[in-house]
């Protein structure tokens, strides 16, 4: 039997930032298993929107240091680190949205981010493809961006199968975890691992199942989320209308649009690949075509729905709920959030604490009571 210090179970952007992040700390020899090929779930089907403009103290820091490493990847591979810097809006429609926006621009800068609130008259001269109309202003944070997901899947392969100590194994099926005296036995379809630790970063479809295995409840659902393609709009910055559910960056040749039904189900088929909802997409052109009349009439090129991750407050998991078994968890924000997530839970694994995030943000235990809060800036998720 193949013996590692840990096993990972999904080798989407979370769990392959957790390997890279302890492969650089020196940590032991790491198992990281695939069912399908790394990259394969939510990560590579995600629109990449990285935004440090985050609504809780640890989204903000999350985002921050996520930005920062994508970088430094790119350069440390020598190749193209995906991420594209563009500026970011986030709109504010109402007199509430806005005071709590401006509360958010002051913890945001407090957390070092360089954020400002622009209001309208002034968010028309900067960005006059928007119609200001009907918006109070927006948050805008100018080093906000977006990575190219199929960019990120490459260089986090790359760097899994440079690292001598880990191991990524795709095409191979995590079926059952056994607790066997101190350790736990990781049951594949490639061979049984013998592992002190595991880490389930199984995502939207697999964190739930996998943590069921050694009984414990990790609330991770997924729900669908919507994403078309512009070929022929010019560039522009990113915005996001928070109260539509919509928001739009630029392409290499174009804009892309996301968005996501508040009433839409969780999904519970087991599926990544969902029916793309036209219905849905066409109920809500008004709405987008309003704020970015560039949009109007303007042809699609490509159109998919994904299967999108949450939890109950769009907040991360970064825990250990058992001995030598760890989750991980983006709460719908694993493509801004995936490389902080991999660095904070490589620092509970190899340390055993999470430096500079509050507790009650990130650990598992906090559903069990009322929430203290929620990250403020997020897709409208279902809430049943
Ligand atoms: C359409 C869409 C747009 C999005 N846009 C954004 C965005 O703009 N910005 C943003 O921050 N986030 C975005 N997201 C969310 C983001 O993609 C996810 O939060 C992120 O990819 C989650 O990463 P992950 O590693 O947790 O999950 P995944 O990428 O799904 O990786 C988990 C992996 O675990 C594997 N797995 C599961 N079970 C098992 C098992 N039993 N055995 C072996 N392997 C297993 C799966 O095959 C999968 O590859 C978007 C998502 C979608 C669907």
Partial sequence: MATY???IVGAGNLGLWTAHELAKRGFGRVAVCE???????ATT????VVRQQGGSETAIKLGMWSRERYIGL???LGLDSGFVETGYYVLAETEEEKAAFLDLVRLRRECGLQNAWVDAGEGRKMFPQLDWENLLGA????????????????????????APSVDLFERCVVEGIERVGGAYCVRTTRGTFEAERVLDAG???GARAIGAMVGVDVPVMASRHLVVTFPDVALFPMFFALQKGVYVRPEEQGALLGLSNPYEKADTTGRYQLDFDWDYFEEMRPAWESVFPALAGQRVSRSWAGSIDYTPDHLPIIDQPQAGFYVLAAGGH??????ALGMKMAELIADGVVRDLPGDEISLERFSRP???????ALPFPTS
């Fill in 74 to 76: 790119g350069a440390e």
């Fill in 371 to 377: 929430l203290a809060r929620h990250d403020a800036i």
């Fill in 334 to 339: 694993g493509m801004m959030w995936g490389p």
């Fill in 35 to 41: 069912q399908n090929w790394a990259g394969s779930g």
């Fill in 203 to 205: 995502g939207p479809r």
């Fill in 139 to 162: 948050t805008y944070t100018p080093d906000d961006g977006y990575v190219h997901p199929p960019i990120v899947a490459r260089n986090m392969t790359i760097a899994a199968a440079r």
């Fill in 5 to 7: 210090d840990l096993v």
């Fill in 45 to 48: 089907r995600s629109a990449g």
